[in-house]
């Protein structure tokens, strides 16, 4: 996401010659919001976000390979579920394997720095008690938490080297996202940001 979010705002940082810039657009696709997920989340060697268990454990429960898309004015993440639920007996589980798929709907929301999601809706479930046990938590809760993003930080890094590519000392003094919402196949978000320029 950070590749995204920078090639959508280096031309207006390097064309700055102002102290300051406002009403900034940028435009994240459905991909990088899933590489967001992958790093924060999904950031296991194997890929999976393990509700109980891990790798190699004969007893397990995890989620993996998360999809976003859009629509209407929702983001949408698609997760594939597999477990296996039961009594462990050594490196071994005695017990029923489940696998199923789940989504859930969030509606991003600006929230000062950071691009923000609320209204967490479970659109499709495993119809598993058993399962549904970590899911409904994970998707509810979980998951929308860990696509938040400051946007500030992700430009406050992108600025570090703007002397030795731009030749000017460019340092962000204040950013506010003002507005996000869902455009065809883009998260469209509009923010505030002031800049020195030395």
Do not use: W
Request: hydrophobic share 45%.
């Amino acid at each position: 996401m950070m590749r995204t979010v920078a090639l959508s705002l280096l031309l207006p940082l390097l064309a700055l010659i102002a102290p300051s810039a406002h009403a900034v657009e940028i435009r994240i696709s459905a991909a990088a919001l899933e590489r967001t997920l992958n790093q924060q989340l999904f950031n296991s060697p194997d890929g999976r976000y393990y509700f109980r268990g891990k790798a190699g454990e004969g007893c397990y429960a995890y989620a993996a390979d998360p999809k976003v898309s859009f629509k209407d004015d929702r983001i949408v993440i698609h997760v594939k579920s597999q477990a296996k639920l039961g009594a462990k007996m050594g490196h071994n589980c005695l017990g029923l394997d489940f696998k199923t798929e789940a989504d859930v709907s969030v509606v991003p929301e600006a929230q000062g720095e950071f691009l923000g999601f609320r209204d967490a809706r479970i659109e499709k479930l495993s119809n598993n008690k058993e399962l549904d046990f970590f899911l409904v938590p994970f998707l509810g809760s979980k998951l929308p938490q860990k696509m938040r993003v400051n946007v500030a930080d992700m430009v406050r890094k992108l600025v570090q080297t703007s002397t030795q590519s731009t030749g000017y000392n460019i340092q962000l003094t204040n950013l506010k996202v003002l507005s996000m919402q869902v455009d065809g196949d883009t998260l469209v978000v509009d923010f505030d940001a002031n800049l020195t320029v030395q």
